[in-house]
């Protein structure tokens, strides 16, 4: 087993880098992203991170909120499509949002300058998809993460566009959205207003390319190298990740044993006040892709808690209470945020073996994992 150092430093499973330096751009293209124009008066970009209120993939929406937020180079909202609490996948933590989209528009009628969209559920969620279209025709850049590209292609909006989704949805977006020019192998693609990335694990590098078209090259540097990240571009090889003879079959079967044999053990995932989102995202979605596992987040009593970047996180459950989860994880430590979805599949190694490690790299889309025996 090898891991990276952190997620842009990373060893490909094919041979060629992740990542390449690449200059401050001056206009988009499918590797940049136009650089930010103020609209409104604005002293800086209101960006909007949008859940489906049922079920939305947590690094998908985390990370993107997290990075955006510590950049301190825009005003970044969490919302919920929905009133109440914003349920997340594949671990079962609960999010208290700040606003709901109807919140939102209340404050913001101009709309927002830019929307993330992760990963949901209920990809043709209509109150959603018209809340798209809605802040497309305002002007805002629509920002997919991971196959978050699905619900932007059901409001038909990438028709004629260039965009990526993640490896495992290739056929099923071909087939339902053929009049989107789907690119593979690359981490993020940017089509005027709109802006798509590869797998879970492209959340870090795409929001690392906003910060920089938002704000310059210098504070992305600045911020990649607090999060221990040292690259940022799009260069990436999808073929690798996919399934095949001889190749990842057994690491993906080794992640699926667990889910169709309906067993798993909690896992917890300690929660205190000013938790990286980051770190926490990481390795509640990778345990609970396991199979065998689901992570759940304890803390010291049921209060919601707030994490570093303002998140506000529901625990699963209280410690020491009869429902807590026998296993827990050492509490984080002050390993650059980046660092920790190399140490979640260092300990799923561990404690599940390197197969199952593996197959979460390939489900996160994460060439900084090589299995040496797959």
């Known amino acids: 087993m090898k891991t990276a150092t952190h997620l842009a430093k990373l060893l490909p499973l094919a041979g060629a ?29 209101v960006i909007a991170v949008i859940g489906e209120s049922s079920g939305t993939e947590l ?15 825009a005003e970044v909202l969490s919302l919920a499509s929905r009133p109440g609490r914003l349920q997340m996948t594949p671990a079962p933590l609960q999010i ?33 998809l018209a809340w798209l279209r809605d802040q497309n025709k305002k002007g805002a850049t629509i920002v997919s993460i991971c196959d978050g590209a699905l619900a932007v292609a059901a409001t038909g909006l990438l028709k004629g566009h260039r965009a990526t989704a993640h490896w495992a949805t290739e056929e099923r977006r071909a087939k339902a959205y053929p009049d989107t020019d789907w690119v593979a192998n690359k981490r993020y693609v940017a089509d005027r207003r709109f802006v798509s990335s590869s797998g879970i ?35 990436h090889d999808s073929s690798v990740f996919q399934p095949g003879y001889g190749q990842n079959a057994k690491a ?3 992640i699926g044993g667990g ?11 300690p929660l205190g006040a000013g938790v990286d989102d980051i770190a926490l995202a990481f390795t509640l979605d990778a345990y609970s892709r396991t199979g065998s596992s689901v992570a759940l987040a304890v803390s010291a009593s049921a209060a919601p808690v707030r994490t570093r970047d303002g998140l506000m996180i529901v625990p699963d459950r209280v ?14 430590d002050a390993a650059p945020a980046a660092h920790w979805i190399d140490k979640a599949l260092a300990g799923i190694a561990r404690r599940y073996g390197p197969d199952a490690a ?9 060439p900084g994992y090589k299995n040496e025996g797959n």
């Not at 310059?216 to 690259?231: H, I, N, P, T, Y």
């Open 17 to 45: 880098l992740l990542c390449a330096a690449t200059a401050p751009a001056l206009a988009a293209s499918d590797e940049t992203i136009a650089p930010y124009q103020a609209r409104f008066g604005r002293a800086q970009p």
């Open 252 to 254: 993906l079967a080794a």
């Open 259 to 269: 889910r169709w044999s309906g067993t798993s053990t909690g896992i917890g995932v």
């Open 358 to 366: 593996f197959g979460v790299a390939l489900a996160f889309e994460y």
């Open 201 to 235: 694990s492209a959340a870090i590098p795409t929001s690392l390319a906003l910060v920089e078209a938002i704000a310059g090259r210098a504070r992305a540097g600045a911020l990649a190298a607090e999060l221990g990240v040292s690259d940022w571009s799009s260069r």
């Open 59 to 73: 690094s998908d929406y985390v990370i993107p909120y997290a990075v955006l937020s510590r950049s301190g180079a």
């Open 96 to 128: 208290d949002p700040q606003a709901t989209i109807t919140q939102f528009d209340a404050r913001f009628p101009d709309g927002a300058d830019y929307i993330i969209v992760p990963k949901v559920g209920k990809d043709k969620d209509s109150r959603l």
């Open 319 to 332: 410690a020491g209470a009869g429902d807590a989860p026998a296993i827990m994880l050492p509490p984080f």
